[in-house]
């Protein structure tokens, strides 16, 4: 029989591997370092596998106390994997199911948060979790098996996005708790056993021709059009990413000398309006993305919904397609105006800071940036523009090429 050191101490190989428990347990071992745990069992002559979770978020125990459940099932005549179908039917079908409460708390919620957070928390939930364990019922939930969700998570890796989404299933329990659906919440004892998460900037290439191969390298790598259109939009602006993500046509203004993205205020990190004066090149990308999203919307839409948002990962694969991987991130961007010019204009330092959206913590400074000087932030616009764009493709030209 198996131990727990024998399990935790198993080592990867080149192809996958079993040890076997018993009572037709086992633990596979796969290349990459998982190890789940399979149980193989008989059934009017036919040999089926019942799945138990991934150790250590599975212990042993569990999966024995698992296996000693399914042999029950047998002794009773019953299939073991028809039983837990049968209890996720039901659970789904007396709305105690984990995704049927989920999205009760959330159009509780939903009223009382901007636009933006509230298709982020949904979109989380039925792309991270409603697969794994949407169907159970919330009281049948137990702490190993939403680890069991957040390891997965954490493996893309995306643990900002690990602890976003523990954050909202631990509230979808206590949703639950004080609705009498639930007596527990599984996903708080779990914090402690997430990966941790070092602190620190955001990666960024911040001189200038470094940015520059950056995004020539990733507007050349086939993507659709919209993404590689959303990505030079965010290095010509500044942008935070979810800014881009959920822009609408009704913000922008093109027309005139004075062409003008307004972000309403429930959109911005301090939740001040903010409103972007935009290089010639900026409305070039606008004008282009209009032939293929300007009756949406979205100026940015969803590939697969043109009535939801792209992806918040969308412009970040592009670059990680591109070799710039735990180089260069969408945020990037704005660190990389920043540096590069401060460095050219240092007696602006207060009027790019105002571009960036940012609030001095300083009264003085703060009551200054108050001000819009939108004449000069339009000349330092444009004067990033010529320099980021210097002998780039035309935005009309990143709507031709191969697709992914």
Known sequence: MLTDAAVRKAPAAAKPFKLYDSGGLFVQVT???????????????REKLLSFGAYPAVSLAAARDARDAARAELRAGRDPSLTRRQMRANAQASDRGFEAVARQWHALHAPHWTERHTEDVLGSLEKLVFPA?????????????????????????????????RQRMSAVFVHAIGSGLAEADPAAIVAGAMAPMKKGRQPAVVDLESVREALVAAEAIPAHPVTKLALRLIALTAVRPGEIRFARWSEFVLEGDEPTWSIPAERMKMKRPHAVPLARQAVEVIEAVRSLTGRLPFVFPNGRSGHKPMSENAMGYLLNRAGYHHRHVPHGWRAAFSSIMNERFPVDRHTIDLMLAHVSKDKVEGAYNRALHLPRRRELAQAWADLLLDGAKSAIGLLSGSRR
Do not use: F, Q
């Open 133 to 165: 364990i949407g169907g159970i019922d919330i009281r049948e939930i137990t702490a190993p098996m939403v680890l069991e969700v957040i390891r997965r998570i954490e493996k893309r890796p995306a643990l900002e996005t690990a602890r976003r989404v």
């Open 31 to 45: 290349p990459g370092g998982s190890k789940l745990w399979r149980m193989r069992y008989s059934l009017a002559g």
